[in-house]
């Protein structure tokens, strides 16, 4: 029986992956570790580092009962009987693989860390999305620099969506764990399955052997991404050709083979995982010499960057070819609604295409702070930190953001978006006043009611 559990990386998926782990079993200490001092001081208050509807109350719960925060690192190790490796696995940004392959370095430090402080033996689980065959790797590191103990390695991807996290968590479609299927490594897939089994119905575990289980994740992800590229593609047909992408969704949506589910055109699909792990499983194909099943993953990276580049450029050429000293009114700035998350957020490109084109930028997001939509575009490198801070500002009040704007583009799904006083906003625009939905959450008949000029993915108002 696990008694003691350490996680390593104390983000996204390892902050609320342990809470609810930590809340399902009273009866095991986890403690949750991070090099970041910040985020764990952070995780240590009301205000938490990851915004996740529910999470407060989960972690006020089990905090200082079973769940602890901290950045001892080697302690925490010592003491587990099984580790959790939930750090970032970031692309490639340098050497071979650059762009593509999943740098793993932050993973390798953690396995190097576990060999050289463990005493003991350790159940070592893979959290963190990794390429297939990875636990290979860790294995080694673990038997070639470990002193006395045993190592056993299990691969347990995490499947939750950011901003329903908790729910996911509590009642999930399924847990998977991948282990080796010697004697002991089944023992261990036990293990871990008990702890689950605290609170998931054992039919929704579902174990495999170690390589099917590393590689399911990166497909799950595929899928769901191109399911939205999918979608996304038909938005520029229905645009010219007439047809309303949503209504064209629900036609093909209640086919019980395809579902309704993951078919909603928008700006394109952002998030630290999906571009990640296919620009992954596109190395991984070309590494095992599959080119033609590489150049068909690529494409549903091609097709939701070119998502995000026409929702731009039809900004620009809708507002008379250009926005050189215009006011664009950005509202939100996450990659999708309920969380802080902004990694490769769709907003950050398209802020960088019109900031290219001149505009004057206004942001407004629920949950995002400055910080960080400033990171996100010094990062891009495109233009001096100066010139980023000259050009977008960022402002506490969504009429704020929209007085005097030429356009609005609606960027994240944000629900209190729609409940706004779109009169009001309109009476303190410039004119003609155009929006560019780029959710498809506004009610496009009542704004035009108004005297808004609306654009929509995927719609051609004035078509039949
Ligand atoms: N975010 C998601 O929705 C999601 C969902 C499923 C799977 N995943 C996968 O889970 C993994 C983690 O993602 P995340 O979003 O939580 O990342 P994150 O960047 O939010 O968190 C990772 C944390 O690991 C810490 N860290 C890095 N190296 C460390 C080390 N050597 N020792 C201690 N701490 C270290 C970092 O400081 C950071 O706080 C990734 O592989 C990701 O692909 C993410």
Redesign the pocket.
């Known amino acids: 029986m696990v008694k003691n559990i350490c996680c390593?990386?104390?983000?996204?998926?390892?902050g609320p992956t342990m809470a609810v782990i930590a809340l399902k079993n009273p009866q095991i200490k986890v403690n949750v570790?991070?090099?970041?001092a910040e985020?764990i001081a952070a995780w240590n208050t009301d205000d938490l580092p990851v915004y996740e509807p529910g999470l407060l109350d989960v972690v006020k719960q089990a905090r200082g009962r079973n769940l602890f925060f901290d950045t001892d690192?080697e302690k925490g190790i010592r003491e587990a009987d099984m580790i959790f490796i939930?750090?970032?696995?970031p692309t490639k940004t340098y050497g071979l693989g650059k762009g593509k392959a999943a740098d793993l370095r932050?993973v390798e430090?953690?396995a190097r860390?576990i060999a050289e402080v463990a005493t003991s033996d350790k159940i070592v689980v893979e959290?963190?999305?990794?390429p297939v065959r990875t636990a290979q790797a860790i294995k080694t590191i673990l038997s070639e620099t470990g002193g006395k103990a045993n190592f056993q390695v299990l691969s347990n991807?995490?499947?939750?969506?950011?901003g329903t996290?908790i729910n996911d968590l509590l009642e999930p479609d399924r847990v998977l764990i991948g282990g080796d299927q010697t004697p002991e490594g089944l023992t261990a897939i036990e293990e871990l399955t008990q702890v689950y089994a605290s609170w998931v119905p054992r039919e929704r575990i579902i174990q495999t052997r170690l390589w099917s289980s590393e590689l399911s994740?990166l497909i799950a992800n595929a899928f769901l991404a191109q399911r939205i590229s999918s979608i996304n593609s038909i938005s520029a047909l229905c645009e010219v050709t007439g047809a309303d992408v949503d209504e064209v969704a629900y036609a093909i949506g209640t086919d019980s083979r395809i579902g309704p589910k993951f078919l909603k055109a928008s700006v394109g699909f952002g998030?630290?995982?999906f571009q990640?792990?296919i620009l992954n499983l596109v190395y991984l194909c070309e590494y095992f010499g599959l080119p033609e099943v590489a150049r068909y993953w690529e494409q549903v990276i091609a097709l939701n960057d070119y998502q995000k580049r026409r929702f731009a450029q039809n900004i620009i050429h809708t507002l008379f070819n250009t926005v050189s000293g215009k006011k664009i009114a950005m509202l939100g700035w996450a990659f999708k609604k309920d969380t802080n998350?902004t990694r490769e957020s769709a907003a950050i490109y398209v802020a960088d295409h019109l900031l290219n084109d001149m505009a004057n930028i206004c942001v407004y997001d629920p949950k995002v702070p400055a910080k960080s939509m400033y990171a996100d575009l010094d990062y891009l490198g495109t233009r001096s930190p100066d010139e980023n801070r000259k050009s977008l500002t960022v402002v506490n009040d969504p009429y704020e953001a929209c007085k005097n704007a030429h356009a609005i583009a609606i960027i994240t799904e944000w629900d209190e978006f729609k409940a706004y006083d779109w009169q009001r906003i309109y009476d303190n625009m410039m004119k003609p006043a155009f929006i560019f939905d780029g959710r498809n959450i506004l009610d496009h008949k009542r704004l035009m009611e108004i005297g808004f000029k609306v654009k929509g993915i995927g719609k051609s108002y004035g078509g039949s």
Request: charged letters at 25%; proline letters at 3%.
């Open positions: 390593i990386g104390a983000g996204y998926v390892g570790v991070d090099i970041n985020r690192i939930s750090v970032n696995t932050y430090l953690c860390q959290k963190s999305t990794l991807p995490e499947f939750l969506a950011e996290a994740k998030g630290s995982c990640k792990d998350d």
